[in-house]
């Protein structure tokens, strides 16, 4: 398995409070994603990091933000939380030579967040 | 929004059966990509078949892709119970660039002993 690892696994709290989620990753991957996982939606992107420093927006970034000041930590955070933001979410990283994009993502196994 | 859609949404067979999903999306593709998920654990990478691949084999699994009809499928021979999963295939759009992926809804596939 990919060296990857979300804290937290669990985690419940209030509507209002910031959440912040942690990716780590020991594989020296450049790429590193978060998604959330909801049912019925499959996968959608939250936000990306293409680099240390260099992250932008997925398709359901409202409400979130990032930060990767080093490669193996990407840090996930809702400022305020909603109700609708309860979910699961996962981390993934990749590794993308520079003449393909034909490379699979890792997963890590997610943080269930609820949000009451 | 979606880009791809798999089908059918769920899926339930014995053990020893194949099992056959499908996959449509919309836009012109670098790759598509099947994962799987077991309950509480995060995705797992099955199988990646580029845009100029028609059929990939890996072990008990089978992929083909028609561009033409910007679809795919998988298949898994001889199930087990292990196999007992959600499947989902993920698209690399030729207008996304950093390795971005779009997810379908997935599969739910429960194989019975």
């Known amino acids: 398995d990919a060296g990857i690892t979300q804290s937290p696994r669990h985690k419940v709290t209030e509507t209002g409070t910031p959440v912040t989620l942690r990716c780590h990753q020991t594989?020296?991957?450049?790429?590193m994603y978060w998604y959330r996982q909801d049912p019925g939606h499959g996968l959608r992107l939250i936000h990306y990091?293409?680099?240390?420093?260099?992250?932008d927006k997925g398709e359901v970034s409202d409400g979130y933000s990032v930060s990767r000041s080093k490669t193996e930590d990407f840090l996930l955070t809702l400022e305020s939380a909603t109700s609708s933001q309860t979910s699961v979410y996962f981390c993934?990283?990749?590794?993308?030579?520079?003449?393909?994009?034909?490379?699979?993502?890792?997963f890590g196994d997610g943080t269930r967040l609820s949000i009451l | 929004s979606q880009q791809g859609e798999e089908d059918p949404q769920a899926l339930s067979i014995q053990e020893g059966e194949n099992a056959t999903m499908n996959c449509s999306y919309k836009?012109?593709?670098?790759?598509l990509q099947w994962y799987r998920q077991n309950s509480g654990r995060g995705l797992v990478h099955l199988i990646l078949?580029?845009?100029?691949?028609r059929e990939k084999h890996s072990g008990r699994l089978r992929v083909t892709l028609d561009t033409s009809k910007k679809s795919s499928s998988l298949l898994i021979t001889a199930s087990r119970a292990a196999d007992t999963a959600s499947y989902f295939c993920?698209?690399?759009?030729?207008?996304?660039?950093?390795?971005?992926?779009?997810f379908g809804a997935g599969t739910q596939v429960v194989v019975t002993p």
């Open positions: 993934a990283i990749s590794e993308i030579p520079h003449d393909s994009y034909n490379q699979p993502q890792h």
């Open positions: 594989e020296n991957h450049r790429y």
């Open positions: 990091s293409y680099g240390v420093k260099d992250t």
């Open positions: 836009t012109s593709i670098n790759n």
């Open positions: 078949i580029r845009s100029n691949e």
């Open positions: 993920a698209t690399s759009m030729t207008t996304d660039s950093w390795g971005k992926l779009q």
